[in-house]
């Protein structure tokens, strides 16, 4: 088949890519590499190489292999009736934490709404936090909407370092434990008072901003006992739920306590 008329995104270096190499867990060789491009004007593009690994492939076969994701797969519409915030245009990389859709899932998901309800989802969460904000909680500075009816990605403020990465380095022990757990315990009993839960607390999801802990990322952050479609992170919650509860962060703040103790 000839593609020589299909668009392709114009790629300088690997640096435009982001790359994924799946690895059989048996042999450990590599599977495949899933990799994607986003244009400056939102657009998708998607590829998957088998049976090579990335040193093995050329930018040529990379640029080839891509082809265009359709907006309506990972882009969720502004839903009617909301006014959502919109980010200030000047915000960039360097000067906040833009979080895009879920594109790592897209080969396993593509064909349902798993990817635009997920950042669909957020969006409506952080627009309902930023309306009640807590001092211990992520700044939320709004959204990127495509063409002014679709959700291309959520926008924070920019903070430098986990809860995890600090326990791996001499700063974790000057730090003030307790001072940690009661501005994270804070930040839940605040979600808990919305009528929603986090769901998914743990080292990686706690930052800091002017030596102070901030709760991050809301992706499994619903109302109680509405459906969840992500289930938390494996060691940090006592069992496998599929709906959002108080009592999966009431769990979580316990191990937390006890992890500051003893990271793991």
Same mark, same amino acid.
């Given at each position: +088949? ?10 300088? *270096? ?8 799946? &690895? ?15 244009? *400056?004007?939102?657009?998708?593009? &998607? ?13 040529? !076969?990379?640029? *080839? ?17 909301? #006014? ?5 245009? /000047?915000?960039?990389?360097?000067? %906040? ?8 899932? &897209?080969?396993?998901?593509?064909? #349902? ?8 989802? !957020? ?40 809860? %995890?990465?600090? $326990?791996? #380095?001499?700063?974790? /022990? ?17 979600? /808990? $008072? ?12 706690? +930052? ?21 479609? *992500? ?7 006592? !069992? ?11 769990? $979580? ?12």
């Amino acid at each position: +088949m000839d593609d020589s008329n299909i668009k392709r995104p114009t790629l300088t *270096s690997l640096r435009d890519l982001e790359l994924m190499e799946a &690895y059989d867990p048996k042999t450990l060789e590599s599977k495949y590499v899933m990799f994607y491009h986003i244009t *400056s004007d939102g657009d998708l593009y &998607y590829g998957v190489i088998h049976n090579k690994t990335r040193k093995e492939i050329t930018l040529a !076969e990379y640029i *080839s292999a891509l082809e265009r994701v359709s907006d309506e797969e990972v882009y969720p519409l502004v839903p009617e009736g909301i #006014t959502l915030t919109i980010a200030p245009d /000047h915000l960039n990389d360097t000067t %906040a934490f833009i979080k895009q859709p879920g594109f790592v899932s &897209y080969p396993e998901m593509k064909g #349902t709404e798993f990817i635009p309800q997920q950042i669909l989802q !957020e969006t409506l969460i952080m627009e309902q936090l930023s309306k009640a904000p807590h001092p211990n909680i992520v700044t939320y500075l709004g959204c990127q909407v495509k063409n002014g009816c679709r959700i291309t990605a959520l926008v924070f403020e920019r903070l430098n370092q986990t809860l %995890a990465q600090l $326990s791996k #380095t001499p700063d974790f /022990h000057q730090l003030d434990q307790d001072a940690v757990f009661k501005a994270i315990e804070s930040a839940v009993h605040h979600i /808990h $008072s919305l009528g929603l839960a986090h769901n998914d607390i743990n080292p990686h999801n706690i +930052m800091f901003r002017d030596g102070k802990a901030v709760l991050i990322d809301f992706g499994s952050c619903q109302p109680v006992g509405k459906k969840l479609q *992500s289930l938390g992170t494996p060691g940090w919650c006592e !069992e496998t739920f599929f709906t959002s509860e108080a009592k999966h962060d009431e769990y $979580s703040l316990k191990k937390l306590k006890e992890w500051l103790q003893k990271p793991e």
